[in-house]
């Protein structure tokens, strides 16, 4: 365990809610559930800057907008075909 100020808390809290009556099993059952608790918190809030970065960077907008040019793309491939057919058919009346 780390002796860093969440553990001394969490320590603290185990004492504060069990007291020394209780018995070291129920103790130590409380203080790693409290830790797993700090761990969880700790790695969603790491998700959630990273969010939070990657939005300000605007790494989700692209990404969105590179979806959207391809589901344009997909539904205008089939007018891009026609487009070349009336442009060969332009380019023959003018010769």
């Known amino acids: 365990m780390s002796s860093g100020p969440t553990a001394k808390l969490i320590d603290e809290l185990v004492l504060a809610v069990g007291g020394t009556a209780r018995d070291a099993r129920a103790r ?3 203080a790693q559930a409290l830790h797993g608790l700090v761990r969880l918190a700790r790695s ?3 998700l ?3 969010r939070d970065a990657a ?3 605007g790494a989700g907008s692209r ?3 590179r979806a ?3 589901r344009l ?4 491939a089939r ?3 026609q487009l070349r057919l009336e442009l060969q058919d332009s380019e023959a009346d003018r010769a």
């Open 63 to 65: 990404r969105e907008a």
């Open 28 to 30: 130590h059952v409380l």
């Open 68 to 70: 959207l040019m391809r």
């Open 48 to 50: 959630d800057m990273q």
């Open 55 to 57: 939005r300000a960077m």
């Open 79 to 81: 007018g891009q075909g």
């Open 44 to 46: 969603e809030q790491l």
């Open 73 to 76: 793309g997909t539904r205008s």
